[in-house]
């Protein structure tokens, strides 16, 4: 059997924790970090997704963007989330186990808005509008207000942009370091 392995970044280790978030900005805040903290850290691209438990608010999963340090186009920052999730949760779709919630701190592009759906989230909170992502150079996909309708259709609520301005200062200081766009 083939086995797929992916190593986090060990800097993340200490976000791993039991923390119960409260509001709906400190949950945005931890997305918004983990996207400037992997610019820091310089391990992939200037994006970071958390899931939470939208009852408790506790965190379940996290994830920051390793496109560039894994060589690994799907790799975007809600994807690692997601797939921490379903590990953590041991179920394919998210929200048969307890409802829940991302964050991201840049909206979706489409192949993880398209995630969001088979995930089993119920709840889409983005910071940075994909225009931010699109005027420093990424290719955000094809997204059409008909896709976020979609979302909608199936019980998905979206939320956003979400302290924008935080989070498209992190995008601005990725371009600005004349880091890799792809």
Not at 28 to 35: R, S, V
Not at 66 to 80: D, Q, R
Request: proline share 5%; net charge negative; glycine share 8%.
């Amino acid at each position: 059997m083939l086995t797929i392995e992916i190593t986090l970044p060990s800097w993340l280790d200490k976000y791993f924790t039991n923390t119960t978030f409260s509001t709906p900005e400190e949950k945005m805040e931890l997305a918004i970090t983990l996207a400037r903290e992997n610019l820091v850290q310089d391990t992939g691209g200037p994006f970071g997704a958390a899931i939470f438990d939208a009852r408790t608010g506790q965190l379940i999963s996290l994830g920051v963007n390793l496109v560039t340090s894994t060589n690994c186009s799907p790799l975007h920052a809600e994807i690692v989330a997601f797939l921490l999730a379903h590990k953590k949760l041991g179920h394919f779709h998210l929200n048969k186990i307890t409802s829940v919630e991302l964050y991201s701190s840049s909206e979706p592009c489409a192949m993880c808005l398209g995630a969001c759906l088979w995930a089993g989230i119920d709840k889409v909170v983005f910071g940075a509008p994909a225009s931010m992502a699109r005027e420093i150079g990424f290719d955000e996909g094809p997204i059409f207000p008909q896709s976020w309708e979609y979302l909608k259709n199936k019980g998905i609520e979206v939320q956003g942009p979400f302290l924008a301005e935080q989070a498209g200062a992190v995008l601005k200081t990725y371009k600005q370091a004349q880091k890799i766009i792809y």
